[in-house]
């Protein structure tokens, strides 16, 4: 497996210095909606930090609905093939379509359109993926965060139901742990499973958190499924207070699990 954080620009050296093997940043932070002149600093911020961007999250902003009535599909497409565009000039392989903002069901908008809204969304970032040979990976979020796709095995389901081979499914034990999903659902997707996401891990001297006591249990899970892609921390409960000092202890963690 390799391991790699989700981080914000500020912190891409000390992602680098902590070991982590790629660093994921948000697809936002390229900035698809401004010019050249606007990411270019942007881009050479990434690329100075000397650690290869593999995975990109946070794809599609609330400005650009996916699901809805004001889903806007020649505006999507702009954004999109812009965004495939930086992405794969930084080393990205994978795209995290996350997004509850964007993708979840307006108040009052037939919930019965949603899902050939996502495949048609799935369909036009397959699409633009297809000269940059990138993965779109569907990640499902626990249903206090979006109220479609919320569990793992849904996700596989949605990618098998996009007929693309470049549409697969994340399983990230925050959400899996909120939803309270079954550690059996990644079996039943592993034909899908392409990416992880794991909350930042217990660490010392830091408060307990609700998805600690069931990480072990999820990291020997991805093992028995003989997962080997990628593993980004994500720090949704908000751990890190010292980045550079703990980022390298939460490595030290998912090395010492992932070994058993």
Same mark, same amino acid.
């Given at each position: 497996?390799?391991?790699?954080?989700?981080?914000?620009?500020?912190?891409?050296?000390?992602?680098?210095?902590?070991?982590?093997?790629?660093?994921?940043?948000?697809?936002?932070?390229?900035?698809?909606?401004?010019?050249?002149?606007?990411?270019?600093?942007?881009?050479?911020?990434?690329?100075?930090?000397?650690?290869?961007?593999?995975?990109?999250?946070?794809?599609?902003?609330?400005?650009?609905?996916?699901?809805?009535?004001?889903?806007?599909?020649?505006?999507?497409?702009?954004?999109?093939?812009?965004?495939?565009?930086?992405?794969?000039?930084?080393?990205?392989?994978?795209?995290?379509?996350?997004?509850? %903002?964007?993708?979840?069901?307006?108040?009052?908008?037939?919930?019965?359109?949603?899902?050939?809204?996502?495949?048609?969304?799935?369909?036009?970032?397959?699409?633009?993926?297809?000269?940059?040979?990138?993965?779109?990976?569907?990640?499902?979020?626990?249903?206090?965060?979006?109220?479609?796709?919320?569990?793992?095995?849904?996700?596989?389901?949605?990618?098998?139901?996009?007929?693309? %081979?470049?549409?697969?499914?994340?399983?990230?034990?925050?959400?899996?742990?909120?939803?309270?999903?079954?550690?059996?659902?990644?079996?039943?997707?592993?034909?899908?499973?392409?990416?992880?996401?794991?909350?930042?891990?217990?660490?010392?001297? %830091?408060?307990?958190?609700?998805?600690?006591?069931?990480?072990?249990?999820?990291?020997?899970?991805?093992?028995?499924?003989?997962?080997?892609?990628?593993? %980004?921390?994500?720090?949704?409960?908000?751990?890190?207070?010292?980045?550079?000092?703990?980022?390298?202890?939460?490595?030290?963690?998912?090395?010492?699990?992932?070994?058993?």
């Amino acid at each position: 497996m390799r391991l790699g954080c989700c981080a914000s620009l500020d912190v891409l050296d000390a992602v680098r210095r902590a070991g982590f093997a790629y660093v994921e940043p948000r697809v936002v932070d390229l900035v698809p909606d401004d010019d050249e002149t606007v990411y270019a600093p942007i881009r050479r911020r990434i690329e100075n930090a000397g650690l290869p961007a593999e995975a990109f999250n946070v794809f599609v902003p609330a400005h650009h609905p996916v699901v809805g009535p004001k889903r806007d599909l020649p505006a999507l497409r702009a954004y999109v093939d812009t965004a495939m565009g930086r992405m794969s000039e930084l080393g990205a392989r994978q795209v995290i379509f996350g997004s509850g %903002s964007a993708r979840a069901t307006p108040r009052g908008f037939d919930r019965h359109q949603v899902p050939s809204q996502i495949l048609d969304f799935l369909a036009l970032a397959a699409d633009a993926a297809a000269p940059y040979d990138l993965e779109i990976v569907i990640e499902p979020l626990w249903r206090g965060v979006c109220d479609n796709i919320n569990t793992v095995l849904e996700a596989a389901v949605v990618a098998r139901q996009s007929g693309s %081979s470049r549409v697969a499914a994340l399983a990230d034990w925050w959400h899996m742990a909120h939803e309270r999903e079954p550690l059996t659902n990644l079996a039943e997707s592993r034909d899908r499973l392409r990416h992880v996401h794991v909350p930042v891990p217990p660490l010392p001297g %830091s408060p307990p958190q609700s998805t600690d006591s069931g990480l072990p249990d999820f990291l020997r899970a991805l093992t028995a499924v003989n997962y080997t892609g990628r593993v %980004s921390i994500e720090d949704n409960g908000k751990r890190f207070d010292n980045f550079s000092r703990q980022a390298p202890q939460a490595l030290a963690y998912l090395r010492a699990h992932l070994r058993r």
